[in-house]
């Protein structure tokens, strides 16, 4: 698929969240990815990153018809990704995922504007009824961000996920087009 980078509506003056590219992928970039404290939540923490691995990665969702992958601007610092997808056009659903990779941006409500346009972008622009996200049940900011979006919890995996050599839970959330 071809597409022209699409930008979204912020609800913050100083956000500004826009498909990436490889053009995007700095050196910084990639650092966030191989930063265990950013990416302790994540399934990234058991890769290791270069310019290449990054690049071939934001190319794989750009050309993918099933998900979207934008960057996180602040101030048109790139300090976080959101991606829409895969997206299950039968079923009428794709999951949510994101990282600020920026530390000095956390806990500033920044994933939580993100959460709002991208969700607000899947269910009006692609005609999603559901979008869905996970995460460790000890990560209570990303947890308290998909809430503030009026995602709800709707299950509990328990022991699913290994964090530190220890089990932990993997709580789903979900939002539908219909609680907008």
């Not at 950013?38 to 099933?66: L, N």
């Not at 959101?82 to 039968?90: D, E």
Request: hydrophobic share 40%; net charge neutral; with cysteine.
């Amino acid at each position: 698929m071809v597409r022209s980078a699409e930008k979204l509506p912020s609800p913050r003056q100083d956000m500004m969240l826009k498909e990436l590219h490889s053009d995007h992928v700095t050196e910084n970039y990639v650092a966030w990815m191989n930063n265990p404290e950013i990416v302790r939540y994540t399934e990234q923490k058991f890769m290791f990153h270069t310019m290449e691995t990054v690049s071939k990665f934001v190319d794989e969702i750009w050309e993918a018809e099933d998900s979207f992958l934008f960057g996180i601007f602040m101030d048109y610092q790139h300090i976080g990704n959101i991606k829409l997808g895969p997206v299950n056009r039968h079923h009428q659903h794709a999951a949510l995922s994101y990282i600020i990779g920026d530390k000095n941006y956390w806990g500033k409500g920044v994933a939580s504007s993100a959460i709002a346009a991208v969700t607000a972008f899947g269910f009006s622009k692609i005609g999603l009824r559901k979008i869905w996200a996970s995460c460790f049940d000890e990560n209570k900011a990303s947890i308290k961000a998909l809430e503030r979006n009026g995602f709800t919890i709707e299950g509990r995996l328990r022991h699913h996920l290994m964090i530190n050599g220890r089990c932990a839970d993997q709580i789903v959330l979900g939002k539908f087009s219909d609680q907008l």
